[in-house]
């Protein structure tokens, strides 16, 4: 069964620190392009981060950038999101996702929004919640 699982969710104060884990079975996902979304109640999903499958290159929405890093460890078959300096307003339900295609050689592929592709495997999500 292909499979993705997220971890390291949980309760932290403003300013805190967090590192979430998105570990696969079933398939390698180094050859697989992985990217971190949320979900706070009431609101559409979003895209957070994401990594490339080929030469590791690695993409933030603006209101992550400078405190979120997206990281690969292909020998763990695991990809971390580790957020620090967290807000109020990161509060949500955390999910990786995998997709294999060659997405950056695709015509469908923008440079503004290089986290938007059609993930094929998903997650079950990991709650996040900044609260003082």
């Known amino acids: 069964q292909l499979q993705l699982v997220e971890s390291g969710g949980g309760l932290v104060q403003p300013g805190g620190s967090l590192t979430l884990s998105c570990t696969a079975s079933g398939f390698t996902l180094d050859y697989y392009g992985v990217g971190w979304f949320r979900q706070a109640p009431g609101k559409e999903r979003e895209g957070v981060s994401c990594i490339s499958s080929d030469d590791g290159s690695t993409f933030y929405a603006p209101s992550v950038t400078g405190r979120f890093t997206i990281s690969r460890d292909n020998a763990k078959n695991t990809v971390y999101l580790q957020m620090n300096n967290l807000r109020p307003e990161d509060t949500a339900v955390y999910y990786c996702?995998?997709?294999?295609?060659?997405?950056?050689?695709?015509?469908?592929?923008?440079?503004?929004?290089?986290?938007?592709?059609?993930?094929?495997?998903w997650g079950q999500g990991t709650q996040v919640t900044v609260s003082s």
């Open positions: 996702a995998a997709d294999p295609r060659d997405w950056e050689s695709s015509p469908l592929f923008q440079h503004s929004l290089p986290c938007l592709r059609p993930y094929d495997y």
